[in-house]
């Protein structure tokens, strides 16, 4: 685990890693109590609890950290994040779902909000539950191989798929999430068959890339990153529209050669629906205040993370958009809930 540990800030206070894990960080001087306005009185008016719906490591807890570490300091106010993994993310979404509107406990998630109850029932609705306040970036999803493996660019990847149909095996962190729909969506698109190897977290999954037990897998590039500098994996592509300045020299799946391929992996925060306006409107501003300081740019931009800023109904026009475009893909691929 020290290599995740190694993304997040020394300045954060990790109180325990376990399956309910939970790291508190508070305000990094005494004066920024002092600096709060009459307009931080709506929110926050305590400690703020984010859950992460999965273990820490992922893409998907490593981005809040780095964010509100800052917001914390700006705000004056105590910020808790707890990980609580398990049941594909419905353990910490339900939780989040079920939670008092006031703004002071946040759901910090991928777009496998979206993307899970396509693939299976899930006791919670994206659109209904939850009232959206801003993506904190898009986090490319990354094609990578072992390099002991004879595959050196995604045609060697198909060619080495459809000649013994079946046969190649690619991860997924967790079925019906963003990599799992990326690498279905890749795989139809270049029209070859495989098997899903599923597990819990990315971690995991990139784990057996390395030793060569799995094929292939769409990372987040968060993840996979410290790996590709050290020659671990090779980077094939990436899964987003255009290539990501983290990797410029590595092309797109469009680009090498596999059309309608592309997909985006973006990590976000969403609030009980009930939660009032003024307060939503409120978190907006100082997330987005934390997004753009300096210091927090710099970092998600080491990881390959694009900023993806969006006002909060902008945001749920998004999330209900992308909802039956999962739905078609996980027919398409025919791992669609029944």
Not at 68 to 87: C, D, L, S, W, Y
Not at 239 to 258: D, I, M, Q
């Amino acid at each position: 685990m020290h290599r995740w540990n190694a993304c997040r800030s020394t300045a954060l206070a990790v109180i325990a890693v376990t399956a309910s894990a939970w790291t508190m960080i508070g305000p990094l001087t005494a004066e920024t109590s002092a600096l709060q306005t009459s307009a931080a009185k709506v929110w926050p008016t305590k400690r703020v609890q984010i859950i992460v719906p999965f273990a820490p490591g992922s893409a998907t807890d490593l981005l809040p950290r780095m964010v509100f570490e800052q917001v914390a300091a700006n705000v004056g106010q105590t910020i808790i994040i707890e990980n609580r993994p398990g049941g594909g993310g419905a353990i910490g979404v339900s939780a989040a779902a079920k939670a008092d509107p006031d703004g002071h406990t946040i759901l910090v998630h991928s777009n496998a909000l979206v993307t899970a109850p396509a693939i299976q029932h899930m006791p919670y609705d994206p659109v209904q539950d939850f009232a959206g306040i801003t993506p904190l970036g898009n986090v490319p999803l990354v094609l990578v191989v072992s390099p002991d493996k004879n595959i050196r660019t995604v045609k060697d990847l198909v060619a080495a798929a459809k000649a013994k149909p079946g046969s190649i095996n690619y991860a997924a962190a967790g079925i019906g999430t963003p990599p799992h729909l990326t690498a279905e969506r890749f795989r139809l698109a270049a029209q070859f068959e495989g098997q899903l190897v599923p597990f819990k977290g990315a971690p995991e999954a990139l784990t057996e890339v390395i030793t060569g037990r799995v094929d292939f897998y769409f990372c987040p590039l968060t993840v996979a990153m410290p790996f590709i500098r050290e020659g671990k994996v090779l980077a094939l592509a990436v899964s987003s529209s255009k290539r990501t300045s983290a990797l410029p020299g590595v092309p797109t799946t469009l680009e090498a050669g596999v059309p309608d391929s592309d997909f985006d992996f973006w990590v976000g925060m969403v609030v009980p629906k009930k939660t009032p306006r003024e307060i939503v409107v409120r978190m907006h501003e100082e997330t987005v205040k934390g997004l753009r300081d300096p210091s927090v740019k710099e970092k998600l931009s080491k990881l390959g993370v694009e900023e993806m800023i969006m006002q909060p109904d902008d945001f749920d026009a998004r999330i209900a958009r992308e909802v039956p475009i999962a739905v078609t893909l996980a027919r398409a691929a025919g791992v669609a809930a029944k």
